[in-house]
Each structure stands twice: as C-alpha cells, then as structure tokens.
C-alpha cells in the first residue's frame, strides 16, 4: 500500500492550496484518514482526522480554514486549505488506517508535501 500527496507550493499569506492524497495497492477497506504537518523547528501535529462514516475533527489552529473530504470511490483524501498564514509553512503528511483484508489494518504515511506560505 502506498499513499501519494500532492498539491503542495508556495503561496502568499491569504492565498489557498488543495493537498491530495491517492492511496493504492492492495486495499480492501480505508478506515479513519488524516492529515499532519510538521512545520520547521517543531514536532509533527495532527491538522484534521476524517472517519469512514463521515466524522470529522479540526485542530483549533485550522478551524474554519481548512477542510478534509474524501472521495472514498478514488481511495484518495483533500485537504482545502485557504486564508493561510506563514505559521501554516509545514511539511504536510497524509496518513489513514487501511485494512488490506477483513482482519488485518495497518496505518499507512506518504511521504509528505512542501506546503511554503510567504509574508
């Protein structure tokens, strides 16, 4: 199984990005699927949590800035970003729990996306 980010950038402070997330290989069921950044300097952090019923959670630093969908159909999770801030700068890593048959789930990272935002 493989997760693959993209649509990370530069942007000016205000501006908006979309992060994708396709994953493949053998796949029989995703599960709960997420998306971290680690910005320079400081730890990994959770950014938003989207569950396979619909679910979702929101760090307090991106509500109402940003938004997680799926397209369950293309195994694959966005992340809308808009009015972003320089404090948004971060890798930014796609992670979901996948189940590759009915009994056995394993959590899955890409290998993240240079999200750049200038002042």
């Known amino acids: 199984v493989q997760l693959v980010e993209s649509g990370g950038g530069l942007v000016q402070a205000g501006g908006s990005l979309t992060l994708s997330c396709v994953a493949s290989?053998?796949?029989?069921?995703?599960?709960?699927m997420r998306w971290y950044r680690h910005p320079p300097g400081k730890q990994r952090e959770l950014v938003a949590t989207?569950?396979?019923?619909?679910?979702?959670h929101y760090e307090d630093f991106v509500k109402g800035r940003f938004t997680i969908s799926r397209n369950n159909a293309k195994n694959t999770v966005y992340l809308q970003m808009n009015s972003l801030k320089f404090e948004d700068t971060a890798v930014y890593y796609c992670?979901?729990?996948?189940?590759?048959?009915?009994?056995?789930?394993?959590?899955?990272w890409g290998q993240g996306t240079q999200v750049t935002v200038s002042s």
């Open positions: 992670n979901a729990d996948i189940q590759v048959s009915r009994n056995n789930e394993y959590g899955y």
């Open positions: 290989g053998n796949i029989y069921s995703i599960n709960t």
């Open positions: 989207l569950t396979s019923g619909g679910a979702v």
